[in-house]
């Protein structure tokens, strides 16, 4: 009888150790630091949950995976909030539709009163309507699926495509100053419509009239017949900048080409994916062409500091570096999260309250909270409202290029309907 409850206590331990315990905070930090966290730990305090729907195996485990990594790192540093302990309780989406649907319910059962998640587009989309159901306020790092905010729980701590390629035509057309510019995108890729339109809608706003800067716009397969007519094509029409929102191989590509025919005098922009290792690695081959694409580096030194960055960002990269190594970069979807498990800390201290409602009535009020990836306010819809940063290499390194000078608002729903019924 002593043993089956000495063994029945050891397996209560180790349930509690692998659930994972974590709090933040961010612009009222130290306040809330002063408040919460410097208080002597009382082992009799409540304990509330926030639940990490993110993919640790399959197709998006590599963005998932960074994502955990911030919110670990915020987990470090952080334990408490209005006298709760918080822990974070993790399911795998596999990367899976169907699996995603199975680890939202079993999530959702556990009564998180956040939840944080997914990197995964259609993770995110299987879970709205769950987390909608269940009055859950839950923030995903990277989903840009303007689809996934469309009811009144789900936030993003990014930017939507739309938003990302109104910034991007910004720097195409005001900072460079461009009036040959070319698009070459794939042919049915839904990933980058909404970026794609979005360039193209805010560089006729600013050009005065339609496509008036765009002297090109071109679709393609990943062939090499396709990318060779594709770089013709841009030679042809006296195109100095082109984007050219397509992955490292069809990149990697078309610079062999321009370095063929020496035209490294062309810039090339980007998306957000160029900030990922492999592309990193692949440009050290093609040093001489300049790339920009949507990243906000949290690599800089002090001395390259730009408005996207904060103290939290900082913050953000010595303590990375003391948890996970110098040789441990992180990326923006390690930042993201973080500062997913920041906002919602501050909401439920904010709100003073885990009650669902009010966390995401404290959410909707924040103005200009600065986190590390820069300042948040979100609109009615859950998407922040921000300016568009750009990075660039320099030496291997991703460095800030430019943030727009304007906050760039997403669509919504019923503004995307209508301008797919004009198109129609």
Same mark, same amino acid.
């Given at each position: 009888?002593?043993?089956?409850?000495?063994?029945?206590?050891?397996?209560?331990?180790?349930?509690?150790?692998?659930?994972?315990?974590?709090?933040?905070?961010?612009?009222? +930090?130290?306040? *809330?630091?002063?408040?919460?966290?410097?208080?002597?730990?009382?082992?009799?305090?409540?304990?509330?949950?926030?639940?990490?729907?993110?993919?640790?195996?399959?197709?998006?485990?590599?963005?998932?995976?960074?994502?955990?990594?911030?919110?670990?790192?915020?987990?470090?540093?952080?334990?408490?909030?209005?006298?709760?302990?918080?822990?974070?309780?993790?399911?795998?989406?596999?990367?899976?539709?169907?699996?995603?649907?199975? &680890?939202?319910?079993?999530?959702?059962?556990?009564?998180?009163?956040?939840?944080?998640? #997914?990197?995964?587009?259609?993770?995110?989309?299987? &879970? #709205?309507?769950?987390?909608?159901?269940?009055?859950?306020?839950?923030?995903?790092?990277?989903?840009?699926?303007? /689809?996934? =905010?469309?009811?009144?729980?789900?936030?993003?701590?990014?930017?939507?495509?739309?938003?990302?390629?109104?910034?991007?035509?910004?720097?195409?057309?005001?900072? /460079?100053?461009?009036?040959?510019?070319?698009?070459?995108?794939?042919?049915?890729?839904? $990933?980058?419509?909404?970026?794609?339109?979005? *360039?193209?809608?805010?560089?006729?706003?600013?050009?005065?009239?339609? #496509?008036?800067?765009?002297?090109?716009? /071109?679709?393609?397969?990943?062939?090499?017949?396709?990318?060779?007519?594709?770089?013709?094509?841009?030679?042809?029409?006296?195109?100095?900048?082109?984007?050219?929102?397509?992955?490292?191989?069809?990149?990697?590509?078309?610079?062999?080409?321009?370095?063929?025919?020496?035209?490294?005098?062309?810039?090339?922009?980007?998306?957000?994916?160029?900030?990922?290792?492999? *592309?990193?690695?692949?440009?050290?081959?093609?040093?001489?062409?300049?790339?920009?694409?949507?990243?906000?580096?949290?690599?800089?030194?002090?001395?390259?500091?730009?408005?996207?960055?904060?103290? !939290? $960002?900082?913050?953000?990269?010595?303590?990375?570096?003391?948890?996970?190594?110098?040789?441990?970069?992180? $990326?923006?979807?390690?930042?993201?999260?973080?500062?997913?498990?920041?906002?919602?800390?501050?909401?439920?201290?904010?709100?003073?309250?885990?009650?669902?409602?009010?966390?995401?009535?404290?959410?909707?009020? +924040? !103005?200009?909270?600065?986190?590390? $990836?820069?300042?948040?306010?979100?609109?009615?819809?859950?998407?922040?409202?921000?300016?568009?940063?750009?990075?660039?290499?320099?030496?291997?390194?991703?460095?800030?290029?430019?943030? =727009?000078?304007? &906050?760039?608002? &997403?669509?919504?729903?019923?503004?995307?309907?209508?301008?797919?019924?004009?198109?129609?």
């Amino acid at each position: 009888m002593k043993n089956g409850k000495t063994v029945k206590k050891i397996i209560r331990a180790l349930g509690i150790v692998t659930v994972m315990v974590v709090v933040s905070g961010c612009t009222t +930090f130290d306040n *809330f630091k002063n408040t919460y966290i410097d208080k002597k730990e009382d082992i009799t305090n409540p304990v509330i949950t926030i639940g990490v729907f993110e993919p640790v195996t399959g197709r998006d485990s590599a963005s998932g995976k960074q994502e955990i990594k911030g919110i670990e790192l915020a987990h470090s540093i952080y334990n408490n909030v209005i006298g709760y302990e918080v822990r974070l309780l993790k399911v795998d989406t596999q990367s899976s539709v169907a699996a995603s649907e199975t &680890a939202i319910q079993s999530l959702i059962e556990a009564r998180p009163v956040a939840i944080i998640g #997914s990197s995964g587009e259609a993770s995110s989309l299987v &879970a #709205s309507k769950y987390i909608e159901e269940a009055a859950i306020p839950t923030i995903t790092p990277s989903a840009v699926n303007p /689809l996934i =905010t469309e009811g009144s729980y789900y936030f993003r701590a990014c930017l939507t495509g739309s938003q990302i390629g109104a910034g991007v035509a910004e720097y195409a057309y005001e900072e /460079l100053g461009s009036n040959k510019i070319a698009i070459v995108r794939l042919k049915n890729d839904g $990933t980058t419509t909404a970026a794609v339109e979005g *360039f193209e809608d805010n560089i006729k706003k600013l050009a005065g009239r339609k #496509s008036a800067a765009i002297c090109m716009n /071109l679709e393609i397969n990943d062939s090499n017949e396709d990318i060779d007519n594709a770089f013709k094509e841009i030679i042809r029409n006296n195109a100095d900048v082109c984007y050219t929102p397509l992955d490292t191989q069809i990149m990697d590509k078309l610079f062999t080409l321009v370095e063929k025919y020496n035209r490294t005098d062309i810039i090339f922009l980007g998306i957000r994916n160029w900030g990922e290792d492999d *592309f990193v690695r692949m440009m050290k081959k093609h040093p001489d062409i300049k790339v920009v694409f949507p990243y906000t580096s949290v690599l800089e030194s002090p001395n390259e500091a730009t408005d996207a960055l904060t103290e !939290e $960002t900082r913050k953000f990269q010595i303590e990375y570096a003391n948890m996970y190594g110098s040789e441990d970069i992180p $990326t923006d979807n390690a930042a993201r999260g973080y500062d997913s498990y920041l906002l919602l800390i501050n909401a439920i201290h904010r709100a003073g309250s885990i009650e669902g409602r009010d966390i995401r009535e404290a959410l909707h009020a +924040f !103005e200009n909270i600065k986190c590390v $990836t820069g300042t948040f306010e979100f609109d009615q819809s859950g998407n922040i409202i921000r300016s568009v940063n750009l990075s660039t290499l320099k030496k291997g390194k991703i460095v800030s290029e430019y943030t =727009t000078k304007k &906050a760039e608002k &997403a669509s919504d729903i019923a503004q995307i309907e209508k301008a797919e019924g004009e198109e129609e």
